[in-house]
T-cell receptor, first 110, second 112 residues
Framework: GIQVEQSPPDLILQEGANSTLRCNFSDSVNNLQWFHQNPWGQLINLFYIPSGTKQNGRLSATTVATERYSLLYISSSQTTDSGVYFCAVGTQGGSEKLVFGKGTKLTVNP | DVKVTQSSRYLVKRTGEKVFLECVQDMDHENMFWYRQDPGLGLRLIYFSYDVKMKEKGDIPEGYSVSREKKERFSLILESASTNQTSMYLC???????????FGPGTRLTVL
C-alpha cells in the first residue's frame, strides 16, 4: 500500500517563528488532507489539497503531486498552534480510505 | 458546517463487556469510517461503510464489528472488550462528490 512519511517528527519553535512541515507519499493520490489534532484529540481540517496551493490566514499548503510531496507552512506561529499535524492521503481505487502519516508534533513556546 | 458527533468522549468498560460506540453525521455523507489511534502507531482504519448496510474491513478489523442501519449513523461494536482495545476511537465521514473526510471529537475508551 501507499506509504506516507512526515518530517520532522518533532519541532520546537519560539512564538513568532515560521515553520515548514513536509509530507512525502509513495504513489499517486486523489486526496490529500492536512489536519491539526488539538489537545483534546479532535482532528481539525486544515486543508484539502490533492494538488496546487491554498492559503488560510497564517497557514498555507502546497502539494506537488507529480513529485509526491506536500508542504504545510505556518507563519508567525502562536502557542495555540501547538499540537500534532497529520498528513493523510487517499488513492484512486482506494475506496475513499485515508492513510495517515505518523504526524509532526509542534511545540510553540511563548 | 459538517458535524460529526460521537456518543461519548470518555468510556470505561470491563474486560468481556460488549461495547457500542456510536457516530452520527449531519451532512448526508455516503461514506463513514472508524479509526483507532495509539501512541507510536498513528491512526489505523478499523472498518468503513460506503452505503447503508454496506461495510468493508480496514487494516485492523479483528475484534470489532460495525453496523449501519441508517445513512447518518455508524456504530462500532466490541463484542467482548479486551485490554488491548484501550485506545482513542475516531469516527469520520465523507461524501462521494468531494472526498474530504471530517472527524468527530473522538472517544477515549479504557478497558480494565
Amino acid at each position: 500500500g501507499i506509504q506516507v512519511e512526515q518530517s520532522p517528527p518533532d519541532l520546537i519553535l519560539q512564538e513568532g517563528a515560521n515553520s515548514t512541515l513536509r509530507c512525502n507519499f509513495s504513489d499517486s493520490v486523489n486526496n490529500l488532507q492536512w489536519f491539526h489534532q488539538n489537545p483534546w484529540g479532535q482532528l481539525i481540517n486544515l486543508f484539502y489539497i490533492p494538488s496546487g496551493t491554498k492559503q488560510n490566514g497564517r497557514l498555507s499548503a502546497t502539494t506537488v503531486a507529480t513529485e509526491r510531496y506536500s508542504l504545510l507552512y505556518i507563519s508567525s506561529s502562536q502557542t495555540t498552534d501547538s499540537g500534532v499535524y497529520f498528513c493523510a492521503v487517499g488513492t484512486q481505487g482506494g475506496s475513499e480510505k485515508l492513510v495517515f502519516g505518523k504526524g509532526t508534533k509542534l511545540t510553540v513556546n511563548p | 458546517d459538517v458535524k460529526v458527533t460521537q456518543s461519548s468522549r470518555y468510556l470505561v468498560k470491563r474486560t468481556g463487556e460488549k461495547v457500542f460506540l456510536e457516530c452520527v453525521q449531519d451532512m448526508d455523507h455516503e461514506n463513514m469510517f472508524w479509526y483507532r489511534q495509539d501512541p507510536g502507531l498513528g491512526l489505523r482504519l478499523i472498518y468503513f461503510s460506503y452505503d447503508v448496510k454496506m461495510k468493508e474491513k480496514g487494516d485492523i478489523p479483528e475484534g470489532y464489528s460495525v453496523s449501519r442501519e441508517k445513512k447518518e449513523r455508524f456504530s462500532l461494536i466490541l463484542e467482548s472488550a479486551s485490554t488491548n482495545q484501550t485506545s482513542m476511537y475516531l469516527c469520520a465521514s465523507s461524501g462521494t462528490r468531494f472526498n474530504e473526510q471530517f472527524f468527530g471529537p473522538g472517544t477515549r475508551l479504557t478497558v480494565l
